[in-house]
């Protein structure tokens, strides 16, 4: 069978088998590495820049078109608002860091005076360290006195302190119970004014001691006259200022007569606000009272004794001093751990401030070419 070509196929076939051998010379041509080799101009039209921090742009570091590699500054920021927090912060550090030193200061201070207190106390305490060793024991102990240390003695000394700080007020609650109660309002008043009376007596007297004493210049000075001038002691005498005239004790009258006065009205009012008070003794209400005031002063008395003999206990290194030193040393240790915090905080906002004001300048993070207008 044979095949009839037109010209116009053969023309067409004759270009087809060109075309292939040009283009199958250039790719033997070519090295082959695998890279797609062209030529032309890749433009990009518009580059979105996204920044790490907002703000308005500050400065435009590249032109129109203008290339840039990985790395390269294209635009900063504002910073002003970020310098002036950043001046703040700087400020905020630098106190911080005054303050350490300050509290490191008063801890030396603190263990300094600690350290002198405890040296004296231990120093006084020298010669009665071992007052248990030769102390008697009551008979009433089954061990020696120096069978519990100290320290034992001091705790459970503070805690009768502390029980009978309670039963003090205990019996002080139950003395306000017993004064409010109905039926004590006669018996009050009879204790008031036989406190007041008892008050103004004192004065009373003391103020009629002096009138009657007040000697002049020209006061004999027998041993009589030294003893009895200005009293009636030892003489059956109607008043002092007799004793006074009889052996010219040379008081001024009038001082002396005033101050009389005033002593026989302050005792007669003692002696019938003492009648009124007795006279209501026997009721109950007086009974009530009389037994709740003995209880708050027996409880007041109690509690003073435990103090003492806990002072007593508390010498050398467990002395009042040495505590009070040791809690002021504490103190000054919790300031200065607590100034540290409070200065690396500090830093770390400056820190912070300025990690954030490196972002306010934006570098390119590839090779391309910024347009703007």
């Known amino acids: 069978m044979s095949l009839k070509l037109t010209r116009s196929q053969i023309l067409m076939i004759v270009v087809f088998l060109a075309a292939a051998i040009y283009f199958g010379f250039r790719v033997v041509a070519n090295k082959d590495d695998g890279k797609l080799r062209a030529s032309g101009t890749i433009e990009a039209v518009e580059v979105n820049v996204s920044p790490e921090t907002s703000g308005k742009v500050k400065e435009v570091l590249v032109d129109e078109g203008q290339a840039v590699k990985s790395g390269d500054p ?7 608002l970020m310098v002036a927090q950043r001046a703040v912060a700087s400020a905020q550090l630098d106190t911080a ?5 300050s509290a490191q200061n008063a801890l030396n201070t603190a263990k300094a005076q600690y350290q002198i207190t405890l040296e004296t106390a231990l120093a006084q305490d020298k010669n009665s360290r071992l007052k248990d060793w030769f102390s008697q024991t009551p008979g009433q102990f089954d061990q020696p006195t120096w069978y519990f240390t100290r320290l034992e003695q001091i705790q459970s000394a503070q805690n009768l302190v502390d029980l009978n700080q309670k039963a003090l007020d205990d019996a002080q609650a139950n003395l306000t119970k017993v004064t409010q109660a109905v039926g004590q309002a006669d018996f009050l008043q009879a204790e008031k004014r036989l406190l007041d009376a008892r008050l103004a007596y004192t004065i009373a007297k003391t103020v009629n001691d ?9 006061t004999p000075k027998g041993i009589y006259n030294l003893t009895h001038c200005g009293t009636n002691q030892g003489y059956q005498l109607t008043s002092a200022q007799l004793t006074n005239q009889v052996y010219s004790c040379g008081q001024d009258p009038n001082l002396a007569i005033a101050g009389t006065d005033l002593y026989n009205s302050a005792q007669g009012e003692l002696t019938s606000a003492q009648v009124a008070y007795n006279n209501l003794l026997n009721t109950q209400a007086g009974n009530d009272m ?3 005031r003995a209880n708050v002063s027996v409880a007041q008395e109690k509690y003073y004794a435990s103090l003492d003999l806990l002072h007593s206990l508390q010498s050398g290194d467990q002395s009042e001093g040495v505590t009070a030193a040791k809690g002021a040393m504490e103190q000054a240790q919790t300031v200065v751990d607590q100034a540290k915090k409070s200065s690396q905080q500090a830093q770390a906002n400056l820190n912070l401030l300025d990690a954030q004001m490196k972002k306010l300048r934006i570098c390119s993070a590839g090779r391309r070419r910024y347009y703007h207008g």
């Open 290 to 292: 009389l037994q709740a």
């Open 74 to 80: 294209v635009l900063n920021l504002d910073d002003s």
């Open 97 to 101: 860091n005054a303050g350490v030193l």
């Open 210 to 218: 002096r009138t009657q004493n007040a000697n002049t210049s020209q």
